[in-house]
């Protein structure tokens, strides 16, 4: 019962460097979610994915590039990391929007 | 752009009171409201959710909601250290929107 599967756990970049953070569900939950934490500013949310073969941006889109790989999958790019962009970042599921979300047990990003 | 209001705290009780977290909202079409609790360095976790006027219990929690004046609450009776977390207050619009907006929470701590 593994509901929300985030990798890496951990990370640190050096400015410039890209990486995928990757987020598997196996609910079969239509959307899926990107959120970042940060201290003072709580979840935030990055980019969203309503049902499969959609995206949208969410309220802190820049920088960030998203993927809806298939009903399972929905991975998030940094091109070009920022120091700005060191934060603990949360995927999220959910099958409709009355039932609330199921989140990932999280990836914390440290941009050097 | 909708808001969430929580008190940050922290709020401190002695083990085995009724600890009470308040959270406002700006938007009236906000249709769904949700309590997670996050242990420091832990995803969120759904506890209650509440989408009608009054009362709803599960165990030692309460859910409250006043959909006039606009604002939602969570009870814990007989608090217990183990309950010592941030919680967060979430609502969404209902229907298509699937957004959760987030409140930043407020820390709890129940002394033994």
């Known amino acids: 019962n593994a509901g929300v599967t985030q990798t890496p756990k951990f990370q640190v970049l050096k400015t410039g460097q890209s990486m995928t953070l990757q987020c598997a569900q196996d609910m079969n939950h239509n959307s899926m979610y990107w959120y970042r934490q940060d201290p003072g500013m709580g979840l935030r949310l990055i980019y969203y994915?309503?049902?499969?073969?959609?995206?949208d941006k969410g309220e802190v889109p820049n920088g960030y590039n998203v993927s809806r790989l298939n009903k399972r999958e929905f991975s998030l790019r940094l091109e070009s990391a920022a120091p700005s962009q060191t934060s603990v970042y949360f995927c999220?599921?959910?099958?409709?929007?009355?039932?609330?979300?199921?989140f990932g047990s999280g990836t914390r990003l440290t941009v050097v | 752009q909708k808001e969430v209001e929580q008190n940050s705290g922290p709020l401190s009780v002695p083990e085995g009171a009724i600890a009470s977290l308040n959270c406002t909202y700006s938007d009236r079409g906000s249709q769904s409201f949700f309590w997670y609790r996050q242990y420091s360095g832990k995803s969120p976790e759904l506890i209650m959710s509440?989408?009608?006027?009054g009362d709803k219990e599960d165990g030692r929690f309460t859910a409250q909601l006043n959909k006039a004046s606009q604002y939602v609450s969570l009870l814990i009776r007989d608090s217990q250290p183990s309950d010592s977390a941030t919680y967060l207050c979430a609502l969404g619009g209902g229907g298509s929107n699937y957004k959760l907006t987030f409140g930043k929470g407020t820390l709890l701590t129940v002394n033994p």
């Open positions: 994915s309503a049902s499969e073969g959609t995206t």
């Open positions: 999220a599921s959910s099958d409709v929007g009355l039932n609330g979300y199921t």
């Open positions: 509440i989408y009608s006027n």
